[in-house]
DNA sequence: CTACACCCTGACGTTGCGTTAGGGTCAAGA
DNA sequence: TCTTGACCCTAACGCAACGTCAGGGTGTAG
């Protein structure tokens, strides 16, 4: 009828230094100790710890199980569903980052190295700065953005239509700072990290020219209009002027 | 051309703690240092700092980062192939999560407390003691667990077949051993674990009757003949099995 | 000359245990 | 009865990847 850690152990699939931790947190305590001091659990301390693996497994930490198992009147429908939500941020997250590598690998494949492939695809400043000059045709590279653009939803594009709104207001309303400026630095770095979570991994363009990075008219805003469709264009584009201007 | 660290925090995204953290494992170092001792980070210190994030936003530890970017020799194909299928992982994963998530709130939405439905959701005890006693008819319970187990497609049968066929053959052989013996213990968490890991995030049943668990014949290898194509009721039921036995 | 924003180096806190270290306990076998 | 050998205990440091003070110097704009 009562267990000890070795038994609890090899049942529940958890080291013998987990259920100590647990005694030791108050998370899950043996119903009783011999007279040696042993631990001895009861059934009901198994299905303590039962519930205990079961938000565990969700991904809750231990304070909040404890919060759970421990306070009847806790909200446990509402904790499942934001669980639920948090759950399915890490999903899209995980496959973005597949999408990530798996692009990598072909670059690869197509027999360049990584450092010349992995760092720049899709975003290769090289290519972009001719595009910028082009004015934008319907370049190669332009498709491939709008093809990784197109694996977007009708809510996806909303959301990240909002978000881009936002952010080049913040740029255009930086539009007469010098270059080196804090403010336009956060901003351009904000920007570089919207591009990488929406649309790569990762992206070295943001560290490209931003030595002498200065912001001289609001170009962004027409730039804006003109390229709505091509998202993920625009704004390799826009990066690639910026570097272009620097250098020029 | 010198990023002091509160410009490169900005840029990059990333706390001047972590900067710091970088720093002194060796990971990214500034170029130089000013006089009175501030970070100096150049260009090429920047460029390290994205590769540095890249791989930590693939997941990989500051350690391997470190491997990485500091042996060239080192096999990246190799590494991102392992990631690949690491983060393949990690969604399967995720995604049973959210059903179980799921599950557990379609049943709170009838009704049920958690603590009713929660835990023997699907493999209610009682529910499954009876049809111990029915010898396993086609009753809803039996459907249900097949309901779920359709989600399968034909590789994850197979390997769930090699893997169960594994677990039962090593309770098996168990046959003649005592009540509480150790190793019956282990195998029986074995199993709880394989069932909790395949067909639901958690289950209590484990739990249920092991104080006087024994296993006193092989009728497990006859059992999974007969109910080879319902695998999770299957399972269920050899629960119950072993829960009737211990009480009767 | 004084704010005030920015920089530095410790050094302890966090989460969830893993991992020795040093030392009792208990049932079985010689 | 003594000795294995498998278990049990507490204490305490270690790890990842920083967060968060604490205490104190720097640099520049007004």
Request: hydrophobic share 40%.
């Amino acid at each position: 009828m009562a267990y000890t850690v070795k038994a609890v152990s090899d049942l529940a699939g958890v080291s013998i230094r987990t259920l100590h931790h647990y005694d030791a947190i108050g998370l899950v305590r043996p119903r009783e100790r011999s007279e040696a001091g042993y631990r001895l659990y009861g059934r009901s301390d198994l299905e303590r710890l039962q519930q205990v693996l079961f938000f565990k497994e969700l991904g809750f930490g231990l304070g909040e199980i404890k919060e759970i198992l421990d306070r009847p009147d806790f909200d446990r429908r509402q904790a499942l569903l934001d669980h639920r939500e948090l759950l399915t941020h890490r999903k899209d997250r995980i496959e973005r980052l597949i999408r990530a590598v798996d692009r990598t690998l072909e670059g690869m494949e197509e027999g360049n190295s990584v450092e010349e492939r992995v760092w720049f695809d899709g975003f290769d400043a090289a290519q972009y700065e001719e595009e910028a000059r082009q004015r934008w045709g319907h370049t190669a590279a332009y498709k491939e953005s709008r093809e990784r653009a197109a694996g977007y939803g009708q809510a996806d594009w909303e959301a990240i239509g909002a978000e881009q709104t936002a952010i080049l207001r913040e740029i255009a309303a930086l539009a007469d700072r010098k270059p080196g400026d804090p403010e336009v630095l956060a901003a351009v770095g904000r920007m570089h990290r919207f591009i990488n979570e929406r649309f790569y991994a990762c992206s070295l363009e943001m560290f490209r020219g931003l030595g002498d990075l200065a912001v001289s008219d609001s170009r962004f805003t027409e730039t804006y209009e003109k390229l709505r469709p091509g998202l993920a264009a625009f704004y390799a584009t826009a990066v690639a002027e910026y570097c272009g201007r620097s250098r020029a």
